[in-house]
């Protein structure tokens, strides 16, 4: 497809377990960034990735989560021993200068 | 470190009105760049407008204009005659060119009233 996808777009745990979250973007793309979006916290910044190394990871919330790209192209967020504060809308974009993000549709993670 | 406050949480005005939606940045840096994003009920957020620091200019594309202030480090977004489908939630973001980090505000909630 032309745009970013993410994968799964819904995707229902119980507390405890751990979850994967992916993101193919927009093919050429260099640049690819992860953020999450929860209800009243706007989007909150957690990795982003230049090619396949992430120069920042100072957004990760803790050390539960995760993050990896591969072949400079789908990049996956790992979240381990879910909790229910990590409910939330996980956001992937990419961007081929940083100018401009094309964002994906996210995943809605519930965490019951 | 960079910040970006939008004090407006959410804003509700009738059609046809005039809005202005506030953006307040922070950072250390000489050279950035900021940005609006809109993010409509559909939920996919879509880019509107990066500025460079360097260049104050405003600037207006159809109904929507963008006052850049350095002095005040502000970067306004003002929809004129307000339609509709304007009704969405506003992001400022800030980056620093060095290493293409986007920091968003928690955004504004615009509600245009038919």
């Known amino acids: 497809g032309a745009g970013v996808s993410q994968s799964p777009s819904n995707k229902v745990t119980e507390k405890g377990k751990d979850v994967e979250l992916r993101c193919d973007p927009i093919s050429g793309h260099t640049a690819l960034y992860w953020y999450r979006q929860s209800l009243g916290q706007g989007l909150e910044f957690l990795i982003y990735?230049?090619?396949?190394?992430?120069?920042?990871k100072s957004g990760l919330p803790s050390d539960r989560f995760s993050a990896e790209r591969t072949g400079g192209s789908v990049s996956t967020l790992t979240i381990q021993r879910t909790q229910q504060e990590d409910s939330a809308v996980y956001l992937c974009a990419s961007s081929l200068d940083g100018y401009k993000l094309f964002f994906g549709s996210g995943t809605q993670l519930s965490v019951l | 470190a960079q910040k970006v406050t939008q004090a407006q949480t959410e804003i509700s005005v009738v059609e046809k009105e005039d809005v202005t939606l506030d953006c307040v940045y922070e950072t250390r840096d000489t050279t950035y760049y900021l940005f609006w994003y809109k993010q409509p009920p559909s939920g996919e957020l879509v880019f509107l407008i990066r500025r460079n620091s360097f260049d104050e200019q405003n600037e207006i594309s159809g109904r929507y204009s963008w006052n850049f202030q350095k002095s005040t480090s502000s970067f306004n977004f003002t929809i004129t005659a307000s339609q509709v489908v304007d009704s969405a939630v506003y992001f400022c973001?800030?980056?620093?060119?060095?290493?293409?980090?986007?920091?968003f505000g928690k955004g504004t909630r615009l509600h245009i009233l038919p």
């Open positions: 973001a800030l980056s620093d060119p060095r290493d293409d980090k986007i920091i």
């Open positions: 990735f230049q090619g396949n190394s992430a120069p920042d």
